[in-house]
């Protein structure tokens, strides 16, 4: 199976790429599957209803059997670049599972909920397990992306619902 670690940022100066990594990383140790990190930021996403998406998102989306959304708190909530992204794809979604990593200064946990809603809207299960960084603990000088061992325990946690949850859901895709 194959699947979606999506950085929800795309803002400069973004650590979104560091907390992708690290979960890449954390996967690829423990899995025979392949996960894949996405940058929204690739795909230069028009603001919905604004102009023609990028059918290469469509298209990937689409390809993948489950995903990992990386996602920053903005505002209590996930940034727009990834909710744009979201509504950008409708049953591409459909019948696929998802895990969530956050961070933020609350560990980005508001955001993680607000995905877990839209995701529903979207028939994608989103495991339990979230694991979420903190900006004054996880990360030096609030850029670099420093995480302790104790959130392996987590990330594996994640990883293991969201395995099982996808294997479930592609008997019925």
Known sequence: ???????????????S????????????QRSEHEFE???ILDYDLPFLGTGEGDKRWNDKIAELDGYIFVAQEYNHSMSAALK????????????????IVSYGSAGGVRAAEHI?????EQYVAVVRTNPAFSLFTDFEN????????????????????LLLWSEAFKTIR
Do not use: C, Y
Not at 116 to 120: D, E, I, N
Not at 142 to 161: T, V
């Open 84 to 99: 744009n992204a979201i509504d950008h794809a409708r049953e591409e979604w459909f019948n696929k599972a998802a895990g």
């Open 142 to 161: 609030f850029s670099q992306f420093r995480p302790g061992d104790h959130h392996l325990p987590g990330i594996n946690d994640m990883l293991d619902e």
């Open 1 to 15: 199976m194959k699947f979606g670690i999506i950085m929800g940022s795309t803002r400069e100066g973004r650590v």
């Open 37 to 39: 990190i996405i940058d």
């Open 116 to 120: 877990r809603q839209v995701m529903g």
């Open 17 to 28: 790429p560091g907390v992708a990594a690290f979960v890449k990383e954390v996967a690829d």
